[in-house]
């Protein structure tokens, strides 16, 4: 995954902006601003940041703004992977964590740099005013005009919250994981309740002032944004809804079927140090740059981005079963490579563009390549080499197991398959949501969670530290941050069917491990826009001729697993 702090990755999202002037007709296209990540203009004509000394100032104070949290990014990979884990080493890193904190937040809300957004609008507008609409010089002029709609949107954002309620929320999110961790230890939500409760009233209070006086805007939505900005709660209750209907019942044929391959190729006695080689081997050969990166273990999996130059993924690997060693390196790698490929500007306009369109990077290379059938024709003799002649599975096996369904546990979200993911991510989004609307109280989540399991899963939930109380999200006020993860499933589908239409040798690249063909198109459709389109959805029209549409991603997997399951 991709932490969701501000601190440690560049992926902080504001509001799909709408421009506060605009550039003539000509100028712009009709669903995003299509730029790609360099600019340049002829001798005779000044880029804008050559015209205006106000705009000029306003990059240097952004980029000094990346550079602080990229520095926060070093300490918290840091923190993660290498430093001691005694307490008094913790407390020391806070502190120097804290005071980078303070300083880019000081920076991101002076009100000289608000003044500089301005100015520098007046200056494009100015400016515009004197060029020819089919000047040389369009492309930079898009490049300005989408990078100060982005940093006025956030600008206003950083600047709308009071300071106490920042102090409040600073403090609510340290004492809330503290509850929230106790619970899960002793199953006792009840005791983390009044925590949550607080958690949400302070979300709806901030999302209400990041709104600001457009009220047609859904609290929910507005949270949203946070992580997926262009795509309101109406457009992801038609697209879940669709997902719901198709895989529910698809589901209860697939746990009926008599035909569920073995899992046997998965188990046995696996040595971490081969898994490692094994892991390595396979991330550099679909593209993952350890030139500029680093390949680390941890407890929990991530990927952390100081710059487009260093970006450093980590794994974690278990001796009884290789898999999710390797899905998790293959995974962190898809992240990992969208980061190495956004443009080095050390500005917003090339950071990811979503965490949606993030995670649909690394569930492309995870599932849509090292899920598939040529996957394991390739890889097999990598995987036979790290574990000996004894691993005498064949491709087909190998790939059956690695797809297979394990309905024996199914109560994790982090551990579900692929098949069963999507309604873990439905069933927060319809608590989070009805919460936030006031439909449902906080006291009333561990009852509405339990019958969503059943109507889902027919699964009987055995405790709340494996229902409601696993995941970290609401004690961290991430409340929006859920749906991401389906949103990017569904993106990746598309942009492999895509991408095949494109490379009808897709297959046979795999099966020769050819993968930079394969990697080159994600980066001209995906990567090197940065933030150039304004949302999800735009970034797929302009790039593939359509929104995103669920119908790719249900039929990869009732054709997948309709074949695998012989029903």
């Not at 899960?184 to 002032?209: G, H, M, V, Y």
């Amino acid at each position: 995954m991709v932490p969701f702090s501000k601190h440690t990755t560049k992926i902080v999202y504001c509001l799909a902006s709408v421009s506060a002037f605009a550039l003539p007709k000509s100028f712009t296209t009709s669903t995003a601003i299509k730029m790609t990540a360099t600019t340049s203009a002829p001798a005779a004509l000044l880029t804008l940041e050559e015209h205006s000394n106000s705009y000029k100032q306003l990059l240097e104070k952004l980029r000094t703004i990346t550079h602080l949290n990229q520095a926060s990014s070093v300490l918290n990979y840091d923190r993660s992977v290498f430093m001691p884990s005694a307490d008094r080493s913790s407390v020391a890193r806070g502190k120097q964590l804290a005071v980078l904190a303070t300083i880019a937040h000081e920076k991101a809300t002076d009100p000289q740099l608000g003044r500089l957004i301005e100015e520098s609008t007046k200056d494009l507008q100015e400016y515009m005013s004197t060029c020819s609409t089919a000047t040389d010089n369009r492309e930079d002029l898009q490049t300005a005009q989408r990078l100060l709609e982005l940093e006025k949107k956030s600008y206003a954002k950083s600047t709308c919250i009071p300071v106490t309620l920042a102090a409040h929320k600073a403090a609510l999110e340290a004492s809330a994981y503290s509850a929230w961790v106790k619970a899960r230890e002793t199953n006792d939500f009840a005791a983390f309740a009044p925590s949550l409760r607080d958690c949400f009233d302070t979300a709806k209070q901030i999302a209400d002032l990041q709104r600001g006086d457009n009220q047609e805007i859904g609290l929910y939505s507005q949270m949203l944004d946070e992580f997926e900005m262009g795509m309101p709660a109406e457009r992801i209750d038609v697209l879940f809804a669709e997902v719901q209907t198709a895989l529910v019942p698809f589901i209860a044929k697939i746990r009926a079927s008599d035909n569920a391959p073995s899992l046997d190729p998965l188990k046995g006695n696996f040595p971490i140090d081969a898994q490692k080689t094994m892991s390595q081997k396979i991330v550099k050969a679909i593209g993952f740059d350890e030139n500029h990166g680093r390949i680390d273990v941890s407890v929990h999996p991530f990927t952390m981005s100081l710059s487009s130059a260093d970006v450093r993924i980590t794994s974690r690997f278990s001796e009884s079963e290789w898999y999710q060693g390797l899905a998790g390196s293959v995974h962190e790698a898809g992240h990992a490579m969208y980061e190495q490929n956004l443009g080095d500007s050390d500005l917003s306009l090339d950071s990811a563009l979503s965490m949606g369109v993030h995670e649909s990077q690394s569930l492309f290379w995870e599932r849509h390549v090292g899920l598939s059938k040529p996957f394991y024709k390739w890889a097999r003799p990598i995987l036979t080499e790290a574990f000996g002649e004894e691993f005498t599975y064949s491709a087909q096996e190998i790939y059956a197991a690695v797809n297979g369904v394990d309905f024996e546990n199914n109560l994790i979200r982090v551990e579900a398959d692929e098949l069963n993911y999507p309604l873990h991510v439905i069933l927060r989004y319809n608590i989070e949501r009805k919460v936030v609307a006031g439909e449902l109280d906080v006291n009333d989540i561990p009852t509405e969670w339990n019958k969503a399991m059943k109507d889902f899963f027919d699964i009987d939930v055995p405790s709340d530290t494996k229902g409601c109380l696993q995941d970290i999200h609401w004690s961290c006020l991430a409340i929006g941050y859920f749906p991401t993860y389906l949103l990017g499933s569904m993106m990746a589908a598309q942009l492999a069917h895509y991408c095949k239409k494109d490379l009808p040798e897709f297959d046979s690249m795999i099966e020769k491990g050819e993968f930079n063909t394969i990697r080159e198109w994600l980066t001209e459709k995906v990567h090197k826009h940065g933030k150039r389109y304004a949302s999800l959805d735009d970034l797929l029209i302009g790039e593939v001729g359509e929104k995103l549409n669920s119908k790719y991603f249900i039929d990869y997997l009732t054709e997948k697993y309709t074949d695998l399951y012989e029903i």
